[in-house]
């Protein structure tokens, strides 16, 4: 591998993303308590007014829950300072909507509400009563698995190239129940943690720059993240490794750039040695102009995000190793910038995939298709249980979907079925997408076996989807995400990500696919 660069090694520094909030359970009375602030949860009902689910205090409360100041909407909250409730200066009224139709979901929304108000207010310090939330165990296990997830996603800045703050103060939120001595409780709340720290890591590698996030830096990242992570194995093939192993779209895409593309792949083997591994692979696009087509200058910026796939796939293999989790795993995430120089691939050249299928490229910026044909051929060969790939793969996601949800391809009913439990579990919203042989069939060359672009134009994630199919062994189930609409800048929507930066989507949601093939 070549010589780290000063970029690198600034990079490096630190792998993991700095808190701007500690949170902690506690086994208490939140009642008994006394600290700067205390929230509490308030639910709307139809035709009458809301009431704070903590039913010792509504009558405190009642000239504002009367004039409608609460109304225990979904993500309103409400602070009334010197409210000197017990030994608690200040209140925090957090609204849920209707109880009996909370989710788990409403849970890490309302959580990163209550973050932004308690940070505008410029709290350090808020306890937070969980006890009013529901009356058994398992549902408080589901809702304080969210209502963590959602404080440290929602406290996720990417500030780290900016100039220090020194006036800026940690926030610490204490959840408090009668319950906290319960060791499920304890270690639900621990898991939360280390799947929100895991999506965070991802956001942070997408937010990086491109100068500060090459294929080098994100191989390294991944190494450095593994660190002290017991059975998390990342090695990095550098370009004559790739050569040699006949990854003919990546090198290809690759030749336009100064910068080496990688391979990277990692390993985690928590189940039985005989156990075939599930598969995760991910496009590790460091940056994209367009190459030789290449792509207007407006927002080319954000294509510093076309590795997003590849962040996603390392933030959940980082996910499944800290949990511990009792399955065999194994990663790809092929990486590489897409840029011009007199090497670049030009519109009619003709390349040779990994397994051994020729393309045409008719659109330079149709580079990720290409990187992802070796990564899911390579896989193939390994004979996992399954294959899921992600990537910003197409603007025409972006087109039909938005950025709600997160367009996802498969011919296997029985994977659909797994998929959409999986994401209704994590709270991530997918859309199951056409992929039928009309598709493969405008993807055929005219001068190779394949053209890396629909020649009859439409149904462009649907064709590039097709593209990808003709990589992976039909025995083996397999699935396509693009995340082209979702992976950065949905914070109108979801409240806990941010109005610019990047998302980590999927890391949530691949977790629960690993966790539905443990025995």
Known sequence: MAKKTSAVKKAEKSNAVVPHIQVYFHANDVSTLKGQAVAFFAASQKD?????????????????????????????????????????????????????????????????????????????????????????????????????????????????????????????????????????????????????????????????????????????????AAVGTPGLKVTAWDKAKIKKERMGGLLGVSEGSDQEPRFIIMEYFGGLKSEAPICFVGKGLTFDCGGVSIK????????????????????????????KLKINVVAYIPSTENMVNGKATKPGDVHTGRNGKTFEINNTDAEGRLILADALAYASEQKPKMIVDTATLTGAMAVALGNIHTGYFTKNAA??????????????????????????????????????????????????????????????????????????????RINYCSAKGATGVMVRTFLEITKSYIK
């Not at 709290?123 to 939330?133: A, H, I, P, R």
């Not at 080319?300 to 499944?320: H, Q, R, W």
């Not at 997918?430 to 069939?441: E, K, N, Y």
């Not at 990589?471 to 949905?490: E, K, L, Q």
């Open 48 to 224: 009458k007014p809301a009431n704070i689910l903590e039913k010792d205090i509504n009558g405190i409360f009642e000239v504002s829950i009367e004039e409608k100041m609460i109304t225990g909407a979904k993500n309103e909250v409400i602070l009334f300072r010197e409210a000197n409730l017990n030994d608690f200066r200040n209140v925090f009224i957090v609204g849920i909507g209707e109880k009996a139709k909370a989710t788990a979901e409403t849970l890490r929304q309302s959580a990163a509400a209550l973050i932004k108000e308690a940070k505008a207010s410029k709290m350090e310090e808020v306890f937070v009563g969980l006890d009013s939330l529901t009356a058994s165990k398992k549902d408080m296990a589901t809702y304080l698995q969210a209502f963590v997830e959602g404080l440290h996603l929602a406290a996720y800045s990417f500030d780290e190239l900016k100039a220090p703050n020194k006036d800026k103060k940690t926030l610490n939120i204490h959840l408090v129940t009668k319950s906290g001595k319960d060791k499920n409780l304890i270690n639900v709340f621990h898991q939360a943690t280390i799947v929100a720290g895991a999506t965070n890591f991802a956001k942070r590698l997408g937010d990086m720059p491109g100068n500060l996030m090459t294929p080098t830096i994100l191989a390294d990242s991944a190494m450095e």
């Open 296 to 323: 207007p200058s407006g927002k080319m910026e954000e294509m510093k995000y076309d590795m997003c796939g590849g962040a996603a796939v390392i933030g959940t293999m980082l996910a499944i190793a800290r949990l």
């Open 415 to 492: 994977f659909k079925t797994r998929i959409e439990k999986a994401a209704e579990t994590s709270g991530e919203l997918v859309w199951h997408m056409p992929l039928v042989d009309h598709h493969a069939r405008d993807m055929k060359g005219t001068y190779a076996d394949l053209s890396n672009m629909s020649y009859s134009g439409g149904a462009g994630s649907a064709t590039a989807a097709a593209f990808l199919e003709q990589f992976v062994d039909a025995s083996i189930p397999w699935a396509h995400f693009d995340i082209a609409g979702t992976a950065w800048a949905c914070g109108n």
